[in-house]
């Protein structure tokens, strides 16, 4: 029913930026929040930053000042601005969109930042 799709992972110098965009697509009404997780190896998976459809974000104490989050709502789309990337900033990027209290994931995208 709900498609979220991911793009802008890679591979990147410490230091430099990138900006992932999760699109959601099908019959969407109304997406309430909408998020960005990370897992990287052995550890859990953890959440970065999310946004209301108001426009109401937060953040993880470990990407404060770093990492932006923003929405369209007309597109359906959610971006993470990441700047000043550091090593420890490496995972697997997994969007989120929330709709009438169900939870929807995209597939996730690779972010590696090398020293």
């Known amino acids: 029913q709900v498609q979220l799709v991911e793009s802008g992972g890679g591979l990147v110098q410490a230091g430099g930026s990138l900006r992932l965009s999760c699109a959601a697509s099908?019959?969407?009404?109304?997406?309430?929040?909408m998020g960005w997780y990370r897992q990287a190896p052995g550890k859990q998976r953890e959440l970065v930053a999310w946004i209301t459809r108001a426009g109401s974000s937060n953040y993880a104490d470990s990407v404060k000042g770093r990492f932006t989050i923003s929405r369209d709502n007309p597109k359906n789309t959610v971006y993470l601005q990441m700047n000043s990337l550091k090593p420890e900033d490496t995972a697997v990027y997994y969007c989120?969109?929330?709709?009438?209290?169900?939870?929807?994931w995209g597939q996730g995208t690779q972010v590696t930042v090398s020293s």
């Open positions: 989120n969109a929330v709709v009438r209290a169900y939870n929807y």
């Open positions: 099908g019959i969407i009404l109304s997406i309430d929040t």
